[in-house]
């Protein structure tokens, strides 16, 4: 039996009653985090394209587009949601396994996995607990398979969302369509054929389009599948399949006997960001933000700051001199000019005006990036960043920034999730309407629909 062979078997089998209760609250957390950067994201300028096309298309219009004041297709709905939900890069992140990794190879699977739930499931009047279950199958297998290629695959030109997405909003999609196993190897079969996005677009409008691609891969692959379309079986592992595409190698043990025993929502885990940028530069924002506090640093007192960091930051964070709100959420020296600057960096922060601030653009000018191998070593990771900032007096203080492993990292607090959400959902919705919206989403399992959630996140700003 092959590792499609056993994902198959593991989406067939899955019940929300075997669910264990912490994968059932942590899966609320996720979708009322997707939620809020959905809401937020909603009103980006590369969303309201998405959903300007939308509009002029002829379709159904039975799926919500949260935050766009209407409905459309599945497929279509999908396409905006996930797009909307990743634009912010706010969205929730794996953790890995593979040593020397904190991230692995980075997928954003929770987006993908809801946005094509949610665009198979509201037409049908699915009770909170199907999406539940559709979404923690989903970043399931999304993480399961990006987990069977190594990191070092990552650093070729694919992005991990766009490519193990669309398995990951397939298992959901086909979770709460009841596919068959038959349909269900064809459903993979399908999404892994339209998996692709690249790296290079990272900063641009076309990266949140990789996460919609990807929902929207999962929806039409499910129902293409239910009609009877057909594939090539055993799709992930064949000899000229995904795994050969996309890593060219894997490690088949990280799925076989691993699907749900524990669910990856459990352990590793999943991230949920508290700064809407790449990840990657997060340690370092928090260090830079305790050390400005600390040491009352100014962008005057500033000479210069060295930030060392490994080769995954240089190689993906390509803006080193951003032009554009969304160059700064792929660059090292913004965030960090920010965060010494204002002791904050927050989701408005990232605009084409606050990147070019003559006094942001001036203190950026300071900050020199430098690959070093020697933080991979040890306890070290991709993230971790070495911070030497040199005064205007001669003083010199270093840093180490690392992201920990433990519940603290993986799991905001409920409060800080529901300011996150707050935030989010004021770019939309009114502060009582966007509260209605994050009680009744921490109580899905007792929902007898997802309509009224719904309602209340579909209106426009």
Known sequence: MGVTEDIVRFIDEASFHALPDEVIFRAKTLIVDAIGTMLAGSVEEGSRILQRYLMRAESRNDATVVGAGFKGCGGAAALANAAAGHALDFD?????VWPGTAHGIRIHPTTPALAAALAVGEPRNITGRDLILACAVGIEVGCRVTEAIPPDSYQVAYQSTATMGGLGAAAAAGKILGLNRDQLMRAMGLAATM????????????????????????????????DGFTSAPHILEAHRGFFLAMGGKHDPSQISGKLGTPYFIMEPGLHIKRYPCAILVHPAIATMIETANAHSLTAENIARIEVGVSDVITSTLNHPEPKTGLEGKFSVAFPLAHALIERRVSLNDFTDERVNDPKVQGLMKKIVVRTDPKLLEGDGNEVTARLMIELTDGQRIERLASLERGKAQKWISISELE????QCAARVIPADRAKRAFDLALELDSAKSVHGLMELVGAKA
């Open 195 to 226: 998996a692709g996005g690249l790296r290079e677009n990272f900063g641009t409008m076309t990266k949140p389009f990789h996460s919609g691609r990807s929902a929207e891969a999962g929806v039409l692959a499910t129902e293409l599948a239910l």
């Open 92 to 96: 929730s992140i794996q953790f890995s």
């Open 419 to 422: 300011e996150k959400f707050r």
